[in-house]
T-cell receptor, first 114, second 112 residues
Framework: GENVEQHPSTLSVQEGDSAVIKCTYS??????FPWYKQELGKRPQLIID?????GEKKDQRIAVTLNKTAKHFSLHITETQPEDSAVYFC?????????????FGEGTQLTVNP | DGGITQSPKYLFRKEGQNVTLSCEQNLNHDAMYWYRQDPGQGLRLIYY???????QKGDIAEGYSVSREKKESFPLTVTSAQKNPTDFYLC???????????FGSGTRLTVV
């Protein structure tokens, strides 16, 4: 099955700096890569996603890049703000005969210091 | 509450007792999922269901059971075989294959 590794497990930045979180996946058949943000005590929320036919996608201060050859994808947050502090999860999805399922990385605790 | 509702928010279980966690969605999604969130290990898949009356084991199905009698509902039973003292369970649904999930707000289960 799919295996997703995520680094770093914790990341601390100063407000205004950029933050980068990286993930690798094992199954070359995976074709959908979402990122979720989970604030303390709340449910994970989808913040951006990318499909395997695209190399980069941006949405305001966040962007995701995908390198299919190397089987890794990254989340980039620019001009970080204290409200960006949360746990971020990457995930990979493939469609199987039994259906579609997401495999998640272990999560990155991002702290943005004012 | 975002179209997918989990209840209760907190649940206490005595050793040897089975308990059932509720997950209901009004999003008309076919696929539903149960994950357990472990500190430092992300979200691990317990069971999932693509259609009514069918479900598949995930990576950590031992000690759990599910049913999918209605499209809107996917309850999870935690049996006495599940030994973890405290766990956080997340239910999710998905609109179509290759889409993202919508998550419920979670249930925190504690063994007392």
């Amino acid at each position: 099955g799919e295996n997703v590794e995520q680094h770093p497990s914790t990341l601390s930045v100063q407000e205004g700096d950029s933050a980068v979180i990286k993930c690798t996946y094992s199954d070359s058949a995976s074709n959908y890569f979402p990122w979720y943000k989970q604030e303390l005590g709340k449910r994970p929320q989808l913040i951006i996603d990318i499909r395997s036919n695209v190399g980069e996608k941006k949405d305001q201060r966040i962007a995701v890049t995908l390198n299919k050859t190397a089987k890794h994808f990254s989340l980039h947050i620019t001009e970080t703000q204290p409200e960006d502090s949360a746990v971020y999860f990457c995930a990979a999805s493939m469609i199987e005969t039994s259906g579609s399922r997401l495999t998640f990385g272990e999560g990155t605790q991002l702290t943005v210091n004012p | 509450d975002g179209g997918i509702t989990q209840s209760p928010k907190y649940l206490f279980r005595k050793e040897g007792q089975n308990v059932t966690l509720s997950c209901e969605q009004n999003l008309n999604h076919d696929a539903m999922y149960w994950y357990r969130q472990d500190p430092g290990q992300g979200l691990r898949l317990i069971y999932y269901s693509q259609i009514v009356n069918d479900f598949q084991k995930g990576d950590i199905a031992e000690g759990y059971s599910v049913s999918r009698e209605k499209k809107e509902s996917f309850p999870l039973t935690v049996t006495s075989a599940q030994k973890n003292p405290t766990d956080f369970y997340l239910c999710a649904s998905m609109a179509g294959q290759g889409d993202g999930y919508t998550f419920g707000s979670g249930t925190r289960l504690t063994v007392v």
